[in-house]
Nanobody
Framework: QVQLVESGGGLVQPGGSLRLSCAAS????????ADWYRQAPGKERELVAT??????TNYADSVKGRFTISRDNANTVYLQMNSLKPEDTAVYYC?????????????WGQGTQVTVSS
């Protein structure tokens, strides 16, 4: 069992920055990919960024050049968000799929609210 805990959300003005953190209860990110998703009111949850164990990254077109996903150890993943726009307002979720033998387990954090508004 793995717990993911996000932090760092809040209210920011357009053009501002925030850094989200995702802390895992076990050292899973050295062997498993990490993702950030977001869900805005009335919309489906969408994939924002992915970081593979090897360090490769992938971003949604809407955040390319503005967001950066990174890892500083096997327990913590970050999402640096710059040049924020009102349309970035959403609840942001950390996600990991952990392999255990033949099984794959999906883990989600509780989410952290990001509001971009003047």
């Amino acid at each position: 069992q793995v717990q993911l805990v996000e932090s760092g959300g809040g209210l920011v003005q357009p053009g501002g920055s925030l850094r989200l953190s995702c802390a895992a209860s076990r050292s899973i990110f050295s062997r498993n990919a990490a993702d950030w998703y977001r869900q805005a009111p009335g919309k489906e949850r969408e994939l924002v960024a992915t970081l593979t164990p090897g360090g490769s990254t992938n971003y949604a077109d809407s955040v390319k050049g503005r967001f950066t996903i990174s890892r500083d150890n096997a327990n913590t993943v970050y999402l640096q968000m710059n040049s924020l726009k009102p349309e970035d307002t959403a609840v942001y979720y950390c996600h990991a799929v952990v392999a255990a033998g033949q099984y794959r387990y999906n883990y989600w954090g509780q989410g952290t609210q990001v509001t971009v508004s003047s």
